[in-house]
């Protein structure tokens, strides 16, 4: 199944998409759109024009396991996706996946503006990393 994932960022929203087998996450882009509706319609025309299957949105679950603000706002931006796309939409936890993508981006090396352009796709990547990995370990169940 085609799964795009999202991270999104009141100015960036970072997507990333898997392979038909779900085995590669690979970050796909960033959305520059600061506006939250336009952001949403940005985003759904992404998940069509790729063929997504389902959408899995970056929740941010505070640290002690409470949702704050931005989570509710990043459930707002996933009902949205719904309502536009007539996807499944999945929220899942994104707690440390931005500090993942520093590291994977110091490990590359990557600096300046393509590092700030690159960062939230490559969270968009490890959300889907983590969810793919969950697909696997619970398909019997």
């Known amino acids: ?27 796909l882009m960033t959305v520059f759109e600061r506006d939250f509706e336009r952001c949403a319609a940005a985003v759904s025309e992404r998940a069509l024009e ?19 603000p931005r989570s509710e706002k990043c ?33 590359l090396n990557k600096r300046g503006k393509k590092r700030k352009e690159a960062l939230d796709a490559t969270a968009a990547a490890v959300i889907l990393e983590g969810y793919l990995a969950y697909r696997k370990n619970n398909s019997g169940k």
């Open 1 to 27: 199944m085609k799964i795009m994932s999202v991270d999104y960022g009141d100015s960036r929203t970072g997507l990333a998409m898997c392979d038909k087998s779900e085995i590669i996450a690979s970050p």
């Open 50 to 68: 790729n063929k997504a299957e389902l959408i899995v949105v970056g929740n941010p679950i505070n640290m002690n396991g409470t949702l704050g």
């Open 75 to 107: 459930r707002l931006f996933a009902d949205m996706l719904r309502e536009r796309t007539g996807l499944e939409v999945v929220m899942w936890d994104e707690r440390s996946t931005t500090v993942t993508a520093i590291g994977i981006m110091n490990d």
